[in-house]
């Protein structure tokens, strides 16, 4: 018999369809949903399109945590909208100033073995009680708001074996950096992470929400962690134990592959800038001058990871030269930390602190200085994503980001000659859910607040049967969607005005792309591996498909965005030989002859080089389902085929 890892096992409670055979698609049954402003906005005018009146699962959760900086209507506007959906829809909405999703889903409402889809790459955060969450594009999840289920390729599940425990400076940051230094950017595709063993035993809930959190950055599908006594205490502290049920793997589970990490083993670690795989040990960067330090963000929002850099700054003072920035998570940690004194300990050592939300790490504010070291307690470090286009970010742990705050310079805490800080959580925290505003109990005559920036998704007209189009750029590997359409506080506004945040694809690669394709009816891109890591945001498959993209030839695909592109219509190739990227050149002519059914027609489909005389074997990886949507043109227009 097999001995069930508990993914399978969750797997296999929500299965509606399909194999659970490794890269077969199959369907799952939603049970969350978890929508944040800057994705959410089309979240809500997809489901506005599909003419449903309220969401069809147990639980919805809109969330306003990305665009907090209110310098004109826009942000504004599209929180007074998204509360609008939210009473008419039926979400609970959880206002700005309330904090981050991800953790406040795992205080609030995250249930041990529940499915969770959220427009957001960070939705796996969940995995820390527990459940099965998946990050994907907004219309996916509007979708399941919907009730519809979930489609997606079965992954790998990797059996984490965690032993000892974590040495004195060394915390949860560490531990997914170990994760990125072994797996790099791309090494967790079609793979789910699933932790055991007994060195769980020291690490809290919300250590495990940073390392499921993270997993994303490795490109898996998502990370599991046992709904155990440690999940049984972290919902008690919530008042909400009652919400706790225990969800193990079976004793010498099965799992398709297996690794080893001794925690005991770990040392202090920083990715260097550009990805977060470019991990190394601090100790081998230490010295060089910091300019800013910075802590929160989903990636480190436990109160222990704003307590333990309070406890280092007790009694000094942050150096000159050092911009200390402290991100609180939440509304509810920022009473804590006033309450348990913390607070006080980090404004009286020098440090900024700013509103609760995710604020810098997506560019929303604190931008660092033009080619200053900035260290970061953040998921993502791509290039310009501080919002600075020359920007070096480094991702570290709370304790790491802190002693740089102390010395000026990068440091192994270690060295810092201190007691490492003892942390125990609170006996009673403080919990405050007065701020989230529960859902209506029926809409009644709400209409939505569509401010003047809020428009309406464009209509996409489907592929033309004899498909002839230039490669308007030619790009290497691991493009993330922060490269393809960035982030930053002058952006971010546009994610409710498709046609407005076109004119920014690409922006940051230094090049007019918006305008180059304003001048063609429709263009291809060609690109290197791991295409599209990185977020959710859908508006990097749509900006482009707006300006006229129609067709993608890359040698592999970021998970989500692949998706994204499908159901805006753009067909994802990939190369089956590596010498026919090298040969094609930005400006030549591709051509598929009837591509929707060459798609059909299997697995394989011919791309014409018309400018160098040659034909390519590229491959596919869509259902009919998608081949479906590629035919529609887009996945709206193919429900709305469906309801004719
Ligand atoms: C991110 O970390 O890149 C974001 C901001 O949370 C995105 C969503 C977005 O682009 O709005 C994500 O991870 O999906």
Redesign the pocket.
């Known amino acids: 018999m097999r001995r069930l890892n508990l993914t399978r096992k969750l797997f296999e409670s929500h299965r509606v369809s399909g194999s659970m055979e490794a890269g077969e698609e199959l369907a799952l049954k939603v049970d969350h949903t978890l929508t944040?402003d800057?994705?959410g906005t089309l979240v809500m005018l997809a489901f506005e399109a599909m003419e449903i009146d309220r969401v069809r699962t147990e639980l919805s959760a809109q969330y306003v945590d990305?665009n907090l900086i209110q310098q004109d209507f826009r942000n504004p506007d599209d929180h007074l909208f998204l509360q609008s959906a939210c009473r008419k829809f039926g979400l609970w909405f959880s206002p700005a100033g309330n904090g981050v999703s991800h953790p406040l889903h795992q205080e609030r409402f995250g249930i041990p073995g529940k499915t969770l889809v959220g427009?957001?790459?960070?939705?796996p955060a969940a995995g820390a009680l527990g459940m099965l969450a998946f990050?994907a594009g907004g219309l996916e999840v509007a979708l399941a708001m919907a009730g519809r289920p979930l489609f997606l390729k079965m992954p790998l599940v990797v059996g984490v074996r965690l032993t000892g425990r974590l040495p004195d400076w060394v915390s949860a940051k560490d531990v997914v950096l170990e994760m990125l230094r072994r797996y790099d950017v791309k090494g967790g595709a079609n793979r789910i992470f699933e932790y055991h063993g007994p060195g769980l035993d020291g690490l809290s809930a919300m250590d495990r929400h940073v390392i499921a959190n993270m997993g994303?950055e490795m490109g898996a599908t998502t990370s599991v962690f046992p709904s155990d006594g440690e999940v049984r205490r972290f919902l008690a502290s919530q008042q909400r134990e009652g919400d706790w049920v225990e969800l193990l793997a079976d004793e010498d589970a099965d799992y398709d592959e297996h690794v080893e990490l001794d925690l005991s083993s770990l040392e202090p670690l920083i990715a260097l800038p550009g990805s977060p795989g470019n991990v190394r040990p601090v100790r081998e960067v230490a010295g060089e001058p910091v300019y800013q330090a910075y802590v929160g963000s989903?990636a480190n929002p436990g109160l222990r990871d704003f307590a333990v850099p309070a406890m280092m700054v007790e009694g000094r003072h942050v150096h000159p030269g050092v911009s200390f920035d402290i991100n609180p998570t939440s509304r509810q940690m920022l009473e804590s930390l006033t309450l348990e004194s913390y607070l006080g300990r980090l404004i009286r050592a020098g440090a900024r602190i700013h509103q609760a939300g995710?604020n810098g790490?997506?560019g929303m504010g604190q931008a660092p200085a033009t080619d200053r070291n900035s260290l970061r307690t953040?998921?993502?470090n791509f290039p310009g994503?501080s919002g600075t286009r020359e920007d070096r970010v480094f991702l570290c742990s709370p304790e790491t980001a802190t002693a740089a705050a102390l010395t000026g310079k990068i440091t192994d805490p270690r060295e810092l000659g201190m007691d490492y800080p003892r942390f125990g959580e609170p006996q009673a925290p403080k919990i405050n859910r007065e701020m989230f505003v529960a859902p209506a109990d029926e809409a009644g005559d709400i209409e939505l607040t569509k401010g003047p920036n809020i428009k309406t998704l464009p209509d996409l007209e489907p592929i033309a049967r004899d498909f002839r189009a230039p490669v308007l750029i030619k790009l290497g590997d691991n493009v993330s969607?922060?490269d393809i359409l960035p982030?930053g506080s002058e952006i971010?506004p546009l994610?409710s005005n498709i046609p407005a945040i076109s004119d920014y694809v690409f922006r940051n690669v230094g090049r007019e792309f918006s305008d180059r394709a304003g001048d063609l009816d429709a263009f291809v891109i060609v690109a290197g591996k791991n295409y599209g890591q990185?977020?959710?945001?859908e508006?990097?498959a749509l900006a482009p498909r707006f300006l006229g993209l129609r067709l993608v030839c890359a040698q592999s695909y970021g998970r989500?965005h692949w998706q994204n592109l499908v159901n805006f219509g753009v067909i994802p190739l990939s190369f089956a030989d590596p010498d026919d990227y090298a040969s094609i050149e930005e400006g030549d002519e591709l051509a598929i002859d009837d591509p929707v059914g060459a798609l059909e027609a299997g697995g394989q489909v011919d791309v014409h080089n018309k400018t160098r005389k040659r034909t390519y074997t590229l491959q596919h990886e869509l259902s009919q389902r998608q081949i479906d949507v590629i035919r529609a043109g887009s996945l709206i227009n193919r429900l709305r085929e469906e309801d004719r």
């Open positions: 944040q800057a994705t990305h427009s957001d790459s960070h939705t990050g994303t989903s995710c790490c997506i953040v998921p993502r994503r969607t922060d982030a971010l994610r990185g977020s959710s945001r508006h990097a989500i």
